[in-house]
T-cell receptor
């Protein structure tokens, strides 16, 4: 079975550039989550969607961050403009209905120079 | 507010020795609890989960965890550690919103020969 697929796996770019991270959830899952992992703050929830609708975006750091889920099989997390402090590993996770755990992708390691 | 505390940042265990990783949670209702493992450069893999019923839950790779409501704990155990168990371990609780996970800061496990 295909798990949660994230792309790219690694991204290195200069500050000020736009960065787009992509996620394909597990087929049939109706909830999707974006997390950020840093040494200082650990794993933080940025935003999550239920049935393609954003439910809670209180974890999004600032207006430079935006996330979309145009359909049940695709989501993006965009940072514009990017800053060095955005450097982190970004994880996407998805979850089915009922008492189901979240399944994580392998993450995107983002470095902003 | 809900929270998860993993008191040990780093633990070293000899190969073949037993392991216990501590996790304490703060949650108003009956918690849904999880343990995930993260190998370097990888995403988070679910080890086990507790939703209800038997307070001793079995997971993959020979791990188990015991839910103790009186101690607000959900400690992870393994009777005999293998070198391949070296990784970072995260305890998590399902938040009151019912969908987003709240993670502890993680415990890094090193295995010595």
């Amino acid at each position: 079975d295909a798990g949660v697929i994230q792309s790219p796996r690694h991204e290195v770019t200069e500050m000020g550039q736009e960065v787009t991270l992509r996620c394909k959830p597990i087929s049939g899952h109706n909830s999707l989550f974006w997390y950020r992992q840093t040494m200082m703050r650990g794993l933080e929830l940025l935003i999550y969607f239920n049935n393609n609708v954003p439910i809670d975006d209180s974890g999004m750091p600032e207006d430079r961050f935006s996330a979309k889920m145009p359909n049940a099989s695709f989501s993006t997390l965009k940072i514009q403009p990017s800053e060095p402090r955005d450097s982190a590993v970004y994880f996407c996770a998805s979850r089915g209905q009922g008492e189901q755990p979240q399944h994580f992708g392998d993450g995107t390691r983002l470095s902003i120079l | 507010a809900q929270s998860v505390t993993q008191p040990d940042i780093h633990i070293t265990v000899s190969e073949g020795a037993s392991l216990e990783l501590r996790c304490n949670y703060s949650y108003g209702a009956t918690p849904y609890l999880f343990w995930y493992v993260q190998s370097p450069g990888q995403g988070l893999q679910l080890l086990l989960k507790y939703f209800s019923g038997d307070t001793l839950v079995q997971g993959i790779k020979g791990f188990e965890a015991e839910f103790k409501r009186s101690q607000s704990s959900f400690n992870l155990r393994k009777p005999s550690v293998h070198w391949s168990d070296a990784a970072e371990y995260f305890c998590a609780v399902l938040g009151q919103a019912g969908t987003a996970l709240i993670f502890g800061k993680g415990t890094t496990l090193s295995v010595s020969s």
